[in-house]
């Protein structure tokens, strides 16, 4: 029997909280999430989305609620403890790729290996292969600035794989790309999902990345309003 992986307890994210300006960003989520479960989370732009994906990555403070990662409750975790977690379990694609300009597509991908203490030719072999399997062969040793927007998008995917986290988080990861090249990316990710037991929660836009996932969670105005088998 699956473990539950992810857990969430009536979690609410408040921005101004207390002020004329107050939105309810995320209210009263109720959600469990199996390990090596793929899911896929949609609605409309502003519903709550990305603000979610925040929470449970630990990039965001709750207002209320609780956030239950493998187990253990995170919600009350300081920031030292937040970003650990984020090191050791959870892979986060972010929408706007945050690669480092100063760095190669290589040193890019292998920054969270050399921050987890591994040896500088383990970490470049696997960023190699990683960066190989999503069709940036040539474009290993380019810097961001000489990169397409797609090349940069499969680069933080490539960064967000190469720890092997238990978790992936991706905000929008094929928004960049191109059918072929999203239907690659989909692909390594069922790969590694059924390979590494991996869990996957994966906002999108796409009803066809939706179709590919286990199961699709709609949100809209912060509240899940519907759950199906993709």
């Known amino acids: 029997m699956r473990k539950v992986m992810l857990e969430l307890k009536d979690v609410t994210k408040i921005y101004n909280e207390g002020t004329a300006r107050e939105v309810v960003a995320v209210e ?11 899911v896929a989370l949609m609605g409309p732009s502003g519903s709550g989305k990305s603000t979610l994906l925040n929470l449970i990555g630990g990039l965001t403070p709750v207002t209320s609620g609780e956030i239950i990662v493998d187990g253990k409750n ?26 480092l300009d100063f760095l190669t597509a290589a ?26 399997e999503l069709g940036l062969g040539g474009r290993i040793d380019h810097y961001p600035n000489e990169l397409s927007g797609g090349q940069e998008q ?43 037991n991996q869990t996957l929660l994966l906002v999108t836009h796409s009803e066809y990345i939706g179709s590919l996932c286990d199961r699709i969670l709609r949100i809209d105005d912060g509240k899940i309003v519907e759950e199906v088998k993709a």
């Open 154 to 196: 499969r680069v933080a995917i490539a960064r967000s794989l190469i720890t092997r986290p238990a978790i992936l988080l991706g905000d929008e990861p094929t928004g960049d790309l191109d059918l072929e090249s999203s239907t690659d990316v989909m692909r390594l990710f069922r790969r590694v999902n059924q390979e590494e």
């Open 74 to 99: 995170v919600t009350s975790f300081s920031d030292e403890m937040r970003a650990a977690l984020r090191r050791d379990k959870i892979g986060y694609i972010f929408q706007h790729f945050n690669l």
């Open 28 to 38: 009263n989520i109720n959600l469990k999430i199996m390990e090596g479960e793929m």
């Open 107 to 132: 040193q890019n991908v292998m920054l969270p290996l050399l921050i987890q203490g591994e040896t500088f030719a383990v970490a470049r072999r696997r960023a190699v292969m990683i960066l190989r």
